[in-house]
């Protein structure tokens, strides 16, 4: 979905939508009416490495083992998913991504759970930078 919307198109921002801002007042609002904005930043979903995969010599998986690699990964994981963060209960939310491997070579994160959704994000009134979820707009 983020492919559609680039950086400098135009996008109705619809009525309803949760907007995060920088403003100290207004962090979170919801839209109370559709409007127009710029595009300035697409942001990708974000996802935390929940583990790893073994292959065979023919590319086939001899096992997977699960973890977290980052030291806070598990509290947002249970926070999107109601609580739940063992990895082993959430294997319909993981997907596989790129190899991140480690300086000697071996790979050592392959599954991953996603936390936040895309993003866009556009300069808002008075300078401030609001984002809104790529779901809640669509591109003219």
């Not at 996008?11 to 939508?17: E, L, P, Q």
């Not at 949760?18 to 403003?23: A, D, F, L, N, P």
């Not at 583990?51 to 999107?80: C, K, L, P």
């Not at 991140?100 to 556009?122: E, K, M, N």
Request: charged content about 25%; glycine content about 8%.
């Amino acid at each position: 979905m983020t492919a559609a919307i680039q950086q400098g198109d135009r996008v109705r921002i619809r009525k309803g939508a949760v907007i995060k801002s920088t403003h100290p007042q207004q962090s979170r609002r919801v839209a109370g009416r559709a409007y127009t904005v710029t595009v300035r930043m697409v942001f990708e979903p974000e996802k935390v490495c929940v583990g790893r995969r073994n292959y065979t010599s023919e590319d086939v998986v001899s096992y997977e083992s699960f973890g977290y690699y980052d030291r806070y990964a598990d509290e947002r994981v249970a926070e999107v998913h109601n609580g739940i963060s063992d990895p082993e209960k959430l294997k319909e939310h993981i997907v596989e991504g790129p190899h991140h491997t480690r300086p000697d070579g071996s790979h050592y994160c392959d599954l991953f759970i996603q936390v936040a959704p895309a993003r866009v994000s556009w300069a808002g009134t008075g300078g401030y930078w609001c984002d809104a979820e790529v779901g809640q707009v669509e591109k003219i």
